[in-house]
């Protein structure tokens, strides 16, 4: 249940981030209109680069010293990522406002950090989730790991729009317009990127507090490699090594020589 907290950031951050970037100066150089979507692809990018970096240095060691956590420890980092994130997009939301209150506007490079951080928290949290289906469940589970991982996504796009509904009914009252308004800039998305800050800091703990009692079966990331170094031409199942089926050829092969030293 606490992985759906992944899933819910993800989706405010594929939707709204992009909008805020639809509403901010994108002039680079001779450039007028830079595509936001060079953002998304920079966000992918990270996701790709911060899993792999990790799995390469923490996740060696983590793996080394306890060989039952370190799905659950990468998904951990991904949530704290997440909340972090959620915090620098709203300071930047708040110094939007601010600036187009004065009737100017922002270079769309103030996402920049925001993107960098939600591509972070899906190369952890999504590769960890993945991870944790993949060496937590049955076996019949690891193929599946993967699909898994896009239910949770996807679950939490779901729970992301019940949680936008939520927020606006109840900061709509009376005098009040609400957080979430028709145009992005009449809301107050800052109070609701702290709101789900706030929430992020909750799962987290509640994430910790399960995570610490829950009972692993310790991962054997070393199989992987011992199918890589396989002898090309070894046939599965076969339980004597193909050295020593080499080293009987070679045996029977000299026999011959052996027999006629000994008429000599």
């Not at 240095?57 to 980092?77: E, W």
């Not at 490079?109 to 952890?124: E, S, Y």
């Not at 999504?126 to 049955?138: A, K, L, V």
Request: aromatic share 14%.
């Amino acid at each position: 249940m606490t992985f759906f907290m992944y899933g819910i950031v993800k989706a405010v951050g594929n939707t709204y981030f992009v909008e805020q970037g639809s509403n901010l100066d994108k002039t680079l150089g001779t450039i007028h209109e830079l595509p936001i979507q060079v953002f998304v692809l920079m966000s992918y990018a990270t996701s790709k680069v911060v899993s792999k970096v990790y799995d390469m240095t923490l996740g060696k060691r983590i793996q080394a010293a306890n060989k039952r956590v370190p799905d659950a420890i990468k998904i951990g980092f991904g949530m704290a990522v997440s909340t972090f994130c959620c915090l620098i997009a709203s300071f930047v939301e708040t110094k939007r406002l601010a600036v187009i209150s004065k009737g100017k506007n922002m270079t769309v490079f103030w996402l920049t950090p925001q993107f960098l951080l939600l591509g972070a928290m899906d190369g952890l949290a999504r590769d960890g989730i993945e991870g944790f289906f993949s060496h937590q469940g049955p076996p019949w589970l690891k193929t599946y790991a993967a699909a898994f991982a896009e239910f949770v996504t996807g679950f939490g796009t779901m729970l992301s729009v019940a949680f936008l509904f939520l927020v606006r009914k109840v900061t709509k009252s009376e005098g009040h317009a609400g957080w979430i308004q028709d145009s992005i800039d009449d809301s107050r998305l800052n109070y609701f990127y702290h709101a789900l800050a706030v929430l992020g800091v909750i799962n987290f703990v509640f994430f910790v507090f399960i995570a610490r009692r829950y009972s692993y079966k310790a991962t054997k990331p070393d199989e992987s490699k011992l199918e890589e170094e396989e002898i090309p031409g070894q046939k599965p199942g076969i339980d004597e090594p193909l050295n020593s089926t080499y080293s009987y050829k070679a045996t029977k092969a000299n026999e011959p020589k052996l027999e006629e030293e000994e008429n000599q």
